[in-house]
């Protein structure tokens, strides 16, 4: 089924992704003032607030129930499923999958304020699991809100595609400061190295905070493919200055890992598995302690950034 779309001012701001549609449905949802598209798929939901997948007959809503995208769609957007009849095992099955709501099509009228209140949760949820995905000791975001990033940005990667490179750094150094200046100290010095790393990034540059010892630092947008090797050689040299904590100097070690998109991978988890794999199996060297482990030829040679 081709792609339409139908346009309409509405009170309610949000747009609504509609699969398997009928005549019934779309006319609610119109007389409503939404913004719908109609698709023969989910692979748009993300870029909608809202999908309404129409599963009228038995057979329709066990196939959805079975489909394995279905739990990545309620993820990524509220899903209300509108459903012929009544089916408890099979509507907890979905629940289970994270659908917002089911609603039987003889309230189909409905359909308009059911969407709206699933919309509202949906956005409540986002908004508590970017509070929870936020690294208290650092202000940064966390591991959870940097993949949820970066697969929205690799999801405008299909339609515009363009290299993007994800780093991780991981930083020795902490545990020994808490251990000569106080249990607090290695945290201040994380939130100094973290202050340090933002600073010499660009704005539209992401730093996250991926663990106890690391950082992910994702570069979205590249001007040519070598940036990624002369950014980490950049982090690494910033990081070399001494930190003053609680008036003692204090030095970081660090060993920086790297996945370039499409070449390493197309997909957050793996872009981030192959840089922080990088990231631990390289010792840091040279004269600060410091080593940049990139990939030019598939061999993974370790590189140092400064000389021994």
Known sequence: MGMRHHRSMTAHHFTVLLLDPNDATRSALQAAGLAVTEAADASLARHHDAVVWCAET???LRALAARPDLTQTAFDTALVVLAGEADEALENELLG???EALLLAEHRAALPRSLRHAVLRKRLERAARTAYATDLATGLPHQAQLLEHMTQLLALREREPAPMVL??????GFGAAAARLGGESGNVLRRKVAVRLRSALRASDVVAAIGPDAFGVLL???ESRSDGERVAGKLVRTLQQPVTVAGQPCTVTAAV???LYPDHGKDANTLLQRASAQAGSVATLGQ???AVRTDRSGNSAAANDEPA
């Not at 780093?167 to 020795?172: A, H």
């Open 58 to 60: 038995p057979a329709a």
């Open 97 to 99: 999958c994270g659908v």
């Open 167 to 172: 780093l991780v750094l991981r930083i020795d």
């Open 220 to 222: 979205g947008r590249l």
């Open 257 to 259: 890992g790297l996945a």
């Open 288 to 290: 600060a302690g410091f």
